[in-house]
């Protein structure tokens, strides 16, 4: 079940919070789907693709996108973003991979780079707007990154997308030979495209997205079935990709699906702590709390330190409101994954709801440290400050937070009253005074 407000959604009992619009207009937002465990999947699934383009996978980000269409896109050279329509649809780890290949090799090629440089030259880079706001965000880019542009019209946003059929050949070639570099059935490449034959008949309005950026032609698929053909190695199955997959599929499609869709299919997951997991969640959205804990449980006796799998233990506890065993749960996590900023934002939240507001705070910052994109982390750090009574850090962060969903306005109304009570030249201080003059540069746009 989904509960939306202006430009914040989140799914009911779902750790894939929302964090960083990727459209201006509300009407319009695209929101990530952040979740600790399904981001460590896919990075995993993505990381010998990557490293096989040249490519360095601390770098490279893949982050899942809210939309139930099926598309991929890449707006800059750090990130790789897959909608959730299309990592539900797909059938395996090596399709997934293929996906990943082929715009890890639109920025391996130069391909986005070249369309930012002309973008700027021609002094429309604030045409993508929040776009590039949640990119900079996302790469960690703080306060400088908030509230870059402003207004990015649909239209603009497809252009830049669209890649060419030069583009999106040079894309093929490179992304088989990544694949056959990094060990991954290049089959799988073939798959993906089969998915989207026959669209080109299509009016572009019934079109799916990926095949508007990406333009399938038969001369298109019919080299790159030669490609393929022509590699002669063969793969051997990747047990673990398969698990990762299976596993950040198995999680997403069990929030976002019916619970009795899950309940009908979790045995047939690949291993059974993918599928006791699978039923937690089903479980815990039907309000089923003992059945829960039940198979969350044995998930974690069998993967005693996964810190994922106590991390989900922990969001089920909070949000049937026992945020005392949430905290320990959390704890245990965080001490699996001490970087993890995400469990960390969940412990926080569980310290908050248990009334332990500093201990929240101390949390919540270090979650803030290591990643500055999740606006929930903002807001729950917000209200720790507030909870402390440090009212002024507490509007610096509820700046920073409205700078990067792009709701400057708001941004400086709260910039402003945190800057009249900082001293002066502080660090807190000078980060309200960036939140300001990003909005006022913004407006001059």
């Known amino acids: 079940m989904f509960r939306a407000t202006l430009q914040f959604l989140r799914v009911t009992g779902l750790a894939l919070c929302f964090a960083a619009t990727l459209a201006l207009s509300p009407a319009h937002a695209v929101q990530l789907l952040r979740d600790a465990d399904v981001e460590y999947a896919l990075k995993q699934l993505g990381a010998p693709v990557l490293r096989a383009a040249g490519l360095s996978p601390n770098q490279v980000r893949i982050l899942l996108v809210n939309d139930s269409s099926l598309n991929a896109f890449i707006i800059d050279t750090q990130h790789i973003f897959i909608h959730a329509g299309l990592m539900s649809r797909l059938d395996s780890a090596a399709q997934l991979r293929a996906v990943i290949a082929h715009e890890a090799a639109h920025i391996a090629n130069g391909h986005i780079a070249r369309r930012l440089g002309n973008m700027r030259s021609a002094r429309t880079a604030a045409g993508l707007g929040m776009v590039l706001a949640a990119a900079a965000a996302a790469a960690g880019g703080g306060q400088a990154a ?158 005693p330190n996964d810190p994922f799998l106590r991390d989900l233990k922990g969001q089920i506890l909070l949000e049937s409101r026992r945020a005392g065993d949430a905290v320990a749960v959390y704890s245990a996590a965080a001490r699996l994954a001490p970087r993890e900023p995400l469990i960390l934002g969940g412990l926080g939240r569980a310290h908050l709801a248990a009334g332990n507001a500093s201990e929240a705070l101390n949390v919540l910052e270090a979650a803030r440290g290591r990643d500055f994109r999740d606006t929930r982390i903002l807001r729950d750090l917000a209200v720790a400050y507030a909870k402390t009574g440090q009212n002024a850090m507490a509007s610096l962060v509820t700046a920073e937070r409205y700078a990067l969903q792009g709701r400057l306005n708001d941004a400086t109304i709260h910039a402003k009253r945190a800057e009249g009570a900082l001293p002066r030249g502080s660090g807190p201080w000078k980060r309200a005074q960036d939140v300001l003059s990003a909005a006022q540069s913004a407006g001059r746009r």
């Open 146 to 303: 908030a509230g870059v542009a402003i207004g990015t019209q649909s239209s603009v946003m497809r252009n830049f997308l669209a890649h060419t059929r030069a583009e999106e050949s040079s894309a093929d070639i490179s992304s088989i030979r990544y694949l056959v570099r990094a060990g991954v059935d290049p089959q799988g490449a073939i798959e993906v495209q089969d998915f989207f034959r026959g669209q080109e008949a299509l009016s572009e309005r019934r079109q799916d997205p990926y095949m508007r950026s990406h333009p399938l032609t038969r001369d298109r698929l019919r080299a790159l079935k030669g490609l393929v053909a022509s590699v002669s190695a063969k793969t051997a199955p990747d047990p673990s990709a398969q698990y990762w997959f299976a596993r950040a599929q198995g999680k997403l499609t069990a929030f976002t699906r019916a619970p009795q869709w899950t309940l009908r299919r979790a045995d047939d997951s690949v291993s059974a702590d993918i599928a006791q997991m699978r039923k937690a969640v089903a479980y815990h959205r039907q309000s089923d709390l003992r059945r829960a804990l039940s198979n969350i449980d044995a998930a974690i006796a069998s993967r």
